[in-house]
């Protein structure tokens, strides 16, 4: 019995770390904030706390430094371009979805089995606004005060936690996002 759950075990986690299908470059795209405000390289929406195949999603989502620098997309930063237009923000690779935690100011930005829930729903709007469907005055906000800098990149890269805020002008830098192809 304990051979069946160790080799269950080692199947799901196998299954996690390769990709479901196959996706070219142009089905790929991140999605970046229009202002760099410190970050001359810019900001994407990127999976917390690892990078490329080895991200861990339970981490939920940050603002991160965009890596298409490097010519290329990292998985924890491509999103399914087709889908942003049916108001899903869905991280191929992975088979999750950009969640909201909640229906209100504050509420973490994280991922999800994709389920096209209420908090699953996201439009990007022709001024930038990332809102969440449901509560349409709610945007996806990179956070103006909280950043850290990382390891491993010369020169660092740049992190900010993000959360639902009310959508505000004052707030533009920190609030409208662009879709970006390579």
């Known amino acids: ?93 992975f088979d999750v979805c950009m969640t909201a935690a909640a229906s209100e100011v504050g509420a973490a930005i994280m991922l999800g089995t994709c389920e096209n829930t209420d908090t699953q729903q996201f439009s990007l709007k022709d001024n930038g606004h990332l809102v969440l469907q449901s509560s349409p005055e709610l945007c996806v906000t990179a956070s103006s005060t909280e950043k850290k800098e990382g390891r491993g990149a010369t020169p660092v890269h740049v992190m900010r936690p993000l959360s639902l805020q009310a959508c505000s002008d004052n707030a533009v830098d920190y609030q409208a996002w662009k879709i970006f192809r390579l």
Not at 30 to 35: D, H, T, Y
Not at 45 to 65: F, N, S, W
């Open 1 to 93: 019995m304990n051979k069946k759950v160790i080799l269950s075990v080692i199947v799901l986690g196998a299954a996690s770390a390769l990709p479901l299908m196959s996706y070219s470059a142009e089905d790929l795209v991140e999605i970046r904030l229009i202002s760099n405000i410190d970050e001359f390289r810019g900001y994407c929406l990127d999976i917390a706390g690892g990078k490329g195949t080895k991200a861990p999603v339970e981490k939920g989502l940050q603002a991160h430094t965009c890596y298409d620098y490097t010519g290329s997309f990292l998985e924890d930063q491509s999103f399914d371009a087709a889908l942003i237009k049916q108001g899903q923000f869905k991280i191929t690779y």
